[in-house]
């Protein structure tokens, strides 16, 4: 409460500086804010989500990958895989055109990508190693003779790569065809690839993406876009879209004032949760995703408490879903565990058979009952830090254990040190400990606990993990989600650890734009759909 009233007052500090400096809806005007610097306007170099959200907007690439992962067409209409398995061949709409109105062709795109190969670019093209896979080129990336890689152009509207060895088409369109993009041959061809860096080009790109380069700010840190109305994939109705560093204290501010629609960046739960009580926030629209920011979880001593039945029955006790509500609710999932979140098609379902939330105390109560009959004292050392969101779970989780029968100790004791004692696995310390760790979107995305080759929070010697771990990382198709479903399985049914929620993303824009929840969340692919964006005012 002391944070939230923190973020409260110096919110009403911004709006009351910031008086009536509310943005007007001139011409259809967008502002947008990023929390920090795109570079340049060379789409070579995607060094950052920054410059990748610039670049998407100026130039053309080959697909659109969604949130979801779904691949849909952007400049290919189609794609096809050679039968062995070394020739994807695009078919190319022959409705895109550059900005200057000449049509993009195929001969476009492949004197774009043998431009990437050139070992001029090699400094200027940060992931020039990825074209490394072509054939025509080295290990570098670089071609071995003049204009060897292997890009060709049948005709005006199909473009084929060939690679040197059986290309994953799907992980090509997904994690890598971002770096492609198409540039003006008849413009640039006559250019000296030596000084490309310097090329005036890029003072004022001509591109053919669904935004028309109109102004850079003299200190960069603002870029004016027009939409291009010739641009073949939507019917926007915005006119112009200003990029704006912000700086990330900023930000809500901002958006409450209007000064910007939107933002990249997800906002802060706490800080998403006071802006809603101040003037502004009737304009805004707080979205919330299923993408996690960190997890909670009970960090069993393995070596202590090495009797499954008791890590089951601490499982049991718990209601998640009271957990999720004592931390502010919608801004948590309950969880009983996260990869279920991160499980794609392409890999494996999270299995039906284990419920997010495990609660029952009736279960828990009778693998306790059983434990004591082995000899367990019924005693649980449950240890949190000394303050903040995590000290006050401890007495919500040790209530609940107390609940079923469980003799609880609570102890609080800075987390630094509470962590180095669940790595020590020391008797009589205490038999778990409430961490909060980071979270990624992977399927086999709590790897670094699940293990005994290192030192870990868990004290596991259980190898049965890794021979898992080792087993998926090595299988494909439908015999990685077989062992995928085992492996959760397993982990379900040992509670090595206890997870009990994840903090899910904010975002935060004007009501202007409609619902652009799912355009900010393809930024993480590299792309943004700025031509499906239409303005109700």
Same mark, same amino acid.
Request: charged letters at 20%; glycine letters at 6%; proline letters at 3%.
């Given at each position: 409460?002391?944070? =939230?009233?923190?973020?409260?007052?110096?919110?009403?500090?911004?709006?009351?500086?910031?008086?009536?400096? =509310?943005? %007007?809806?001139?011409?259809?005007?967008?502002?947008?804010?990023?929390?920090?610097?795109?570079?340049?306007?060379? +789409?070579?170099?995607?060094?950052?989500?920054?410059?990748?959200?610039?670049?998407?907007?100026?130039?053309?690439?080959?697909?659109?990958?969604?949130?979801?992962?779904?691949?849909?067409?952007?400049?290919?209409?189609?794609?096809?895989?050679?039968?062995?398995?070394?020739?994807?061949?695009?078919?190319? #709409?022959?409705? *895109?055109?550059?900005?200057?109105?000449?049509?993009?062709?195929? @001969?476009?795109?492949?004197?774009?990508?043998?431009?990437?190969?050139?070992?001029?670019?090699?400094?200027?093209?940060?992931?020039?190693?990825?074209?490394?896979?072509?054939?025509?080129?080295?290990?570098?990336?670089? %071609?071995?003779?003049?204009?060897? $890689?292997?890009?060709?152009?049948?005709?005006?509207?199909?473009?084929? =790569?060939?690679?040197?060895? #059986?290309?994953?088409?799907?992980?090509?369109?997904?994690?890598?065809?971002?770096?492609?993009?198409?540039?003006?041959?008849?413009?640039? %061809?006559? %250019?000296?690839?030596?000084?490309?860096?310097?090329?005036?080009?890029?003072?004022? +790109?001509?591109?053919?993406?669904?935004?028309?380069?109109?102004?850079?700010? *003299?200190?960069?840190?603002?870029?004016? $876009?027009?939409?291009?109305?010739?641009?073949?994939?939507?019917?926007? #109705?915005?006119?112009?879209?200003?990029?704006?560093?912000?700086?990330?204290?900023?930000?809500?501010?901002?958006?409450?004032?209007?000064?910007?629609?939107?933002?990249?960046? +997800?906002?802060?739960?706490? @800080?998403?949760?006071?802006?809603?009580?101040?003037?502004?926030?009737?304009?805004?629209?707080?979205?919330?995703?299923?993408?996690?920011?960190?997890?909670?979880?009970?960090?069993?001593? #393995?070596?202590?408490?090495?009797?499954?039945?008791?890590?089951?029955?601490?499982?049991?006790?718990?209601?998640?879903?009271?957990?999720?509500?004592?931390?502010? !609710?919608?801004?948590?999932?309950?969880?009983? @565990?996260?990869?279920?979140?991160?499980?794609?098609? !392409?890999?494996?379902?999270?299995?039906? !058979?284990?419920?997010?939330?495990?609660?029952?105390?009736?279960?828990?109560?009778? =693998?306790?009952?059983?434990?004591?009959?082995?000899?367990?004292?019924?005693?649980?050392?449950?240890?949190?830090?000394?303050?903040?969101?995590?000290?006050?779970?401890?007495? $919500?989780?040790?209530?609940?254990?107390?609940?079923?029968?469980?003799?609880?100790?609570? $102890?609080?004791?800075?987390?630094?040190?509470?962590?180095?004692?669940?790595?020590?696995?020391?008797?009589?310390?205490?038999?778990?400990?409430?961490?909060?760790?980071?979270? *990624?979107?992977?399927?086999?995305?709590?790897?670094?606990?699940?293990?005994?080759?290192?030192?870990?929070?868990?004290?596991?010697?259980?190898?049965?993990?890794?021979?898992?771990?080792?087993?998926?990382?090595?299988?494909?198709?439908?015999?990685?989600?077989?062992?995928?479903? @085992?492996?959760?399985?397993?982990?379900?049914?040992?509670?090595?650890?206890?997870?009990?929620? *994840?903090?899910?993303?904010?975002?935060?824009?004007?009501?202007?734009?409609?619902?652009?929840?799912?355009?900010?969340?393809?930024?993480?692919?590299?792309?943004?759909?700025?031509?499906?964006?239409?303005?109700?005012?």
């Amino acid at each position: 409460m002391k944070k =939230l009233l923190s973020l409260l007052l110096a919110f009403a500090l911004l709006l009351t500086v910031a008086g009536t400096a =509310l943005a %007007e809806d001139v011409n259809g005007t967008v502002v947008f804010g990023l929390i920090s610097s795109w570079d340049n306007l060379v +789409p070579f170099t995607n060094s950052s989500y920054y410059s990748s959200f610039v670049i998407s907007l100026l130039y053309d690439r080959l697909v659109y990958v969604s949130p979801d992962g779904t691949v849909s067409p952007r400049a290919a209409t189609a794609w096809e895989l050679s039968e062995d398995g070394k020739t994807v061949t695009f078919t190319l #709409n022959p409705d *895109a055109k550059f900005h200057d109105g000449t049509p993009v062709t195929a @001969e476009d795109w492949v004197y774009s990508i043998r431009l990437l190969s050139k070992s001029g670019v090699g400094t200027l093209f940060t992931d020039q190693s990825l074209l490394a896979a072509l054939e025509g080129t080295d290990e570098a990336g670089i %071609e071995v003779s003049e204009n060897s $890689v292997a890009a060709a152009a049948p005709d005006a509207n199909t473009l084929t =790569l060939t690679f040197k060895q #059986n290309v994953n088409l799907d992980s090509f369109l997904k994690s890598q065809s971002y770096y492609l993009v198409v540039l003006p041959a008849h413009l640039l %061809e006559n %250019e000296n690839v030596d000084e490309i860096a310097t090329w005036d080009f890029w003072n004022a +790109p001509v591109g053919s993406g669904p935004a028309v380069f109109s102004a850079l700010s *003299a200190d960069g840190t603002e870029l004016t $876009v027009n939409r291009f109305a010739d641009y073949y994939q939507g019917d926007a #109705n915005w006119d112009t879209l200003i990029v704006r560093q912000t700086a990330s204290s900023a930000l809500s501010s901002a958006l409450l004032t209007g000064e910007v629609d939107a933002v990249y960046t +997800p906002v802060g739960n706490d @800080e998403a949760i006071a802006m809603q009580t101040l003037p502004g926030a009737e304009n805004l629209t707080f979205t919330l995703t299923d993408d996690l920011v960190y997890v909670y979880t009970i960090a069993i001593n #393995n070596t202590i408490v090495a009797d499954e039945r008791i890590r089951q029955a601490v499982s049991y006790a718990i209601d998640r879903d009271i957990i999720a509500a004592f931390l502010t !609710d919608d801004y948590v999932s309950p969880i009983g @565990e996260p990869m279920q979140l991160y499980l794609t098609a !392409d890999n494996a379902s999270y299995p039906a !058979d284990i419920p997010v939330n495990k609660y029952d105390p009736e279960k828990a109560k009778e =693998l306790l009952e059983a434990a004591k009959a082995d000899g367990y004292d019924g005693k649980f050392v449950l240890a949190a830090p000394v303050a903040g969101q995590r000290a006050d779970m401890a007495l $919500v989780v040790g209530q609940l254990l107390q609940n079923v029968g469980f003799e609880v100790e609570l $102890v609080t004791i800075d987390a630094a040190t509470m962590m180095a004692d669940l790595r020590a696995a020391q008797d009589g310390i205490y038999d778990g400990g409430i961490i909060v760790y980071g979270i *990624a979107a992977d399927p086999l995305v709590r790897n670094d606990i699940y293990t005994t080759a290192s030192v870990t929070v868990l004290a596991l010697k259980d190898q049965t993990y890794e021979d898992y771990q080792a087993k998926i990382a090595a299988a494909t198709g439908d015999d990685r989600a077989a062992l995928i479903d @085992e492996y959760l399985h397993y982990i379900s049914d040992q509670e090595a650890a206890i997870w009990l929620a *994840a903090k899910r993303q904010c975002y935060v824009f004007n009501n202007r734009l409609g619902d652009i929840t799912d355009s900010l969340l393809g930024i993480a692919n590299r792309n943004i759909d700025v031509w499906n964006w239409v303005l109700s005012r």
